[in-house]
């Protein structure tokens, strides 16, 4: 099947700074990606959908000056933390979703942030 | 709004046993449904992919039909396995095109 990969796959960083997540499919064009959050023990949260040359959509309630997200190219979304902190410290996921028939969604490993 | 809900929420089987595992939705305005499996601190990996049009798909031990009028899927796994223990998703994807719903999960133990 298709690969998305993220990087980092962990990061650790001190609050107030910034972070930057990528998200890449590998070996298709994807139109629109997502971005997920999901805390320990719960399913996936759907952040914001990134469409490739336009703004994203952000769900109710998350801060889209906080959570940065572009999307540049066909191959690459990226979420930037704006200010980090503690409470931002979860998981990350992107998806990427195939931009032909039958539109199937391939998920990144996802990328455990850590604010101290 | 669509409501995904997979029952049970957990779920524990000695080895070999056949098991399924259920998912509804309340809006059956879908495109397709999708069932994914998440090990710990890990990503999703999609498993099965059922269009809105067909009834059943198959890989391997797995199995998931699709009955959309009543709004419920199942996955079915034969000859369960103690690496088949993980959290169970299944997401909706909407007519509309965008819109992504996942349920709750099952999180399986397949107990060697």
């Known amino acids: 099947g298709a690969v998305v990969s993220q990087h980092p796959s962990w990061v650790i960083c001190k609050s107030g700074t910034s972070v930057k997540i990528e998200c890449r499919s590998l070996d298709f064009q994807a139109t629109t990606m997502f971005w997920y959050r999901q805390f320990p023990k719960q399913s996936l949260m759907l952040m914001a959908t990134?469409?490739?040359?336009?703004?994203?959509?952000?769900e109710q309630g998350v801060e889209k000056d906080k959570f940065l997200i572009n999307h540049a190219s066909l191959t690459l979304s990226t979420l930037t933390v704006t200010s980090a902190h503690p409470e931002d410290s979860s998981f990350y996921i992107c998806?990427?979703?195939?931009?032909?028939?039958?539109?199937?969604?391939?998920f990144g490993p996802g990328t455990r942030l850590t604010v101290t | 709004k669509q409501e995904v809900t997979q029952i049970p929420a957990a779920l524990s089987v000695p080895e070999g046993e056949n098991l399924v595992l259920n998912c509804s939705f309340t809006?059956?305005?879908?495109?397709?449904l999708q069932w994914f499996r998440q090990d710990p601190g890990k990503g999703l990996t999609s498993l099965l992919l059922i269009q809105s049009s067909q009834r059943e798909q198959t890989s391997g031990r797995l199995n998931a039909s699709l009955d959309k009028s009543s709004g419920r899927s199942t996955l079915y796994i034969a000859a369960s396995q103690p690496g088949d223990s993980a959290t169970y998703l299944c997401?909706?994807?909407?007519?509309?095109?965008?819109?992504?719903?996942f349920g709750t999960g099952t999180s399986l133990t397949v107990i060697p």
């Open positions: 998806s990427a979703r195939q931009a032909v028939l039958p539109y199937e969604q391939y």
């Open positions: 809006d059956s305005a879908i495109y397709n």
């Open positions: 990134s469409n490739e040359g336009s703004k994203a959509t952000y």
């Open positions: 997401a909706v994807l909407m007519n509309t095109g965008n819109q992504f719903y």
